[in-house]
T-cell receptor
Framework: GENVEQHPSTLSVQEGDSAVIKCTYS??????FPWYKQELGKGPQLIID?????GEKKDQRIAVTLNKTAKHFSLHITETQPEDSAVYFC???????????FGTGTRLTVIP | EAGVVQSPRYKIIEKKQPVAFWCNPI?????LYWYLQNLGQGPELLIR????????DSQLPKDRFSAERLKGVDSTLKIQPAELGDSAVYLC???????????FGQGTRLTVV
């Protein structure tokens, strides 16, 4: 199966600064990489995703980059706000399969 | 459009007792997943349904866990008997079909005492 590693496990930034979370995956057959945000007591919420035929995708303050050669992808949040504070999970899905393999999560704290 | 609905939100039971969780996926979503999330970890797949068929249940501990999705819509996940180590959040997710975005419910937090 797929093995997804995520770093860092915790991240604190000042409001307005940028935050970057990185993930690596093991299976070169993986072709879909979503990011989820999970607030306390809630289920994971899909915030952005990228497929392997694209190197970068942006949605307002959030962007994801993918390096297929190195098998890593990153989440970038710019102009962070206190409401961005949550646990963020990356995930990967293999071609032809339908199971998402998740990283262990990054707890982001945005300090006002 | 309503999201994935799960109930109950919280459940506390004594060990060796049975427990059941219910999930109503997003309308029209053929694929339904049950995930287990331990504290401080990412979700891990227990079982995946395509309509009413369980197509991936390799991670489901079949000695005590069972699931069903009889009409290809709602699903229930059951544990009998529950053990202390089953304390976790049980998440349900759905997607339109294979290869599409997966959306999660709020989860059921199970505490076994």
């Amino acid at each position: 199966g797929e093995n997804v590693e995520q770093h860092p496990s915790t991240l604190s930034v000042q409001e307005g600064d940028s935050a970057v979370i990185k993930c690596t995956y093991s299976d070169s057959a993986s072709n879909y990489f979503p990011w989820y945000k999970q607030e306390l007591g809630k289920g994971p919420q899909l915030i952005i995703d990228i497929r392997s035929n694209v190197g970068e995708k942006k949605d307002q303050r959030i962007a994801v980059t993918l390096n297929k050669t190195a098998k890593h992808f990153s989440l970038h949040i710019t102009e962070t706000q206190p409401e961005d504070s949550a646990v963020y999970f990356c995930a990967a899905r293999q071609t032809g399969a339908n199971n998402l393999f998740f990283g262990t999560g990054t707890r982001l704290t945005v300090i006002p | 459009e309503a999201g994935v609905v799960q109930s109950p939100r919280y459940k506390i039971i004594e060990k060796k007792q049975p427990v059941a969780f219910w999930c109503n996926p997003i309308s029209g979503h053929n694929t339904l997943y049950w995930y287990l999330q331990n504290l401080g970890q990412g979700p891990e797949l227990l079982i995946r349904y395509e309509n009413e068929e369980a197509v991936d249940d390799s991670q489901l501990p079949k000695d005590r866990f069972s699931a069903e999705r009889l009409k290809g819509v709602d699903s229930t996940l059951k544990i009998q008997p529950a053990e202390l180590g089953d304390s976790a959040v049980y998440l349900c997710a759905s997607s339109l079909n294979q290869g599409n975005k997966a959306f999660f419910g709020q989860g059921t937090r199970l505490t076994v005492v």
